[in-house]
């Protein structure tokens, strides 16, 4: 299956974002982590997504999103980190990272 990139920074950038049907079609997940991909994905290239964030722009929960976000991990659609804050190495941030996963999930070399 070939990727196909679409410039989506920039200035002037497309008002709209291709996705592949079989990522919205992947049985595996559930309508709102599908939902929640196809957000993810019309943000730009290495994005960092934070779940409190994220619920600013939804009607959806706090567990909801957690939830969803959980899904697209399993099926490793995203990556988790933790951040940590250097001075006291404490949790301060989990960041969801999509990088390239999408495109070595379905183009093995």
Same mark, same amino acid.
């Given at each position: 299956? !070939?990727?196909? $990139?679409?410039?989506?920074? +920039?200035?002037?950038?497309?008002?709209? *974002? $291709?996705? =592949?049907?079989?990522?919205?079609?992947?049985? $595996?997940? #559930?309508?709102?982590?599908? +939902?929640?991909? !196809?957000?993810?994905? #019309?943000?730009?290239?290495?994005?960092?997504?934070?779940?409190?964030?994220? %619920?600013?722009?939804?009607?959806?929960?706090?567990?909801? %999103?957690?939830? +969803?976000?959980?899904?697209?991990?399993?099926?490793?659609?995203? %990556? *988790? $980190?933790?951040?940590?804050?250097?001075?006291? =190495?404490? !949790? %301060?941030?989990?960041?969801?990272?999509?990088?390239?996963?999408?495109?070595?999930?379905?183009?093995?070399?």
């Amino acid at each position: 299956m !070939a990727t196909h $990139r679409v410039k989506k920074s +920039g200035k002037d950038p497309p008002p709209f *974002t $291709r996705i =592949d049907n079989s990522l919205l079609q992947d049985e $595996r997940l #559930s309508f709102k982590a599908r +939902g929640l991909l !196809a957000y993810m994905l #019309s943000k730009p290239d290495h994005f960092r997504f934070y779940l409190d964030e994220l %619920i600013k722009h939804t009607t959806e929960k706090k567990d909801s %999103i957690r939830t +969803g976000m959980k899904e697209l991990e399993q099926q490793r659609y995203t %990556i *988790t $980190r933790t951040i940590l804050n250097k001075p006291s =190495d404490q !949790a %301060i941030k989990e960041t969801n990272q999509m990088y390239n996963e999408l495109y070595y999930k379905f183009n093995p070399q």
